[in-house]
C-alpha cells in the first residue's frame, strides 16, 4: 500500500512563494506519474501538474510559468514549488501516484491511483 503525506502548506501574500512536498511510503515517486491536483472550496478538483518517470513535466494552463514541480527520488519526496501566487491559487494541494503511466501523465484524476490527504494553501490580496 501506497502512503502519500504532504506538508509546507500555508499562508502567503498574492506575489509571494510557496513550497509543498509530497513524502511517499516506497520508491513509487521514481517509477510512476506523479502529479500535484488542487480543490478551491466549491470548486471541484483540478490537475495542476505532473512529472514522469524521466523528469518530464506538464503543467496546467493557468500555472505554467509560476509552478515547478520537480522530484526527489533518494527521499521519495515529490515537490511543487509556488511562485509568483494569486489569491485565485488558493485550494487544498493533493498529491497523487498512477499505478499505471510512468510516462505521458495525464492531467486528469482518473489516471492517478494513489492519493494523500492533502495540504491548504492560502493566498490573500
Known amino acids: 500500500q501506497v502512503q502519500l503525506v504532504e506538508s509546507g502548506g500555508g499562508s502567503v501574500q498574492s506575489g509571494g512563494s510557496l513550497r509543498v512536498s509530497c513524502a511517499a511510503s516506497?520508491?513509487?515517486?521514481?517509477?510512476?506519474?506523479m502529479g500535484w491536483f488542487r480543490q478551491a472550496l466549491g470548486k471541484d478538483r483540478e490537475a495542476v501538474a505532473a512529472?514522469?518517470?524521466?523528469?518530464?513535466?506538464n503543467y496546467a494552463d493557468s500555472v505554467k510559468g509560476r509552478f515547478t514541480i520537480s522530484r526527489d527520488n533518494a527521499k521519495n519526496t515529490l515537490l511543487l514549488q509556488l511562485d509568483s501566487t494569486i489569491p485565485e491559487d488558493t485550494a487544498m494541494y493533493f498529491c497523487?501516484?498512477?499505478?499505471?503511466?510512468?510516462?505521458?501523465?495525464?492531467?486528469?484524476?482518473?489516471?492517478?491511483?494513489?492519493w494523500g490527504q492533502g495540504t491548504q494553501v492560502t493566498v490573500s490580496s
Open positions: 512529472i514522469d518517470e524521466y523528469g518530464r513535466t
Open positions: 497523487a501516484a498512477s499505478r499505471y503511466y510512468n510516462i505521458g501523465c495525464p492531467l486528469a484524476a482518473p489516471a492517478y491511483t494513489y
Open positions: 516506497r520508491g513509487i515517486v521514481r517509477n510512476s506519474c
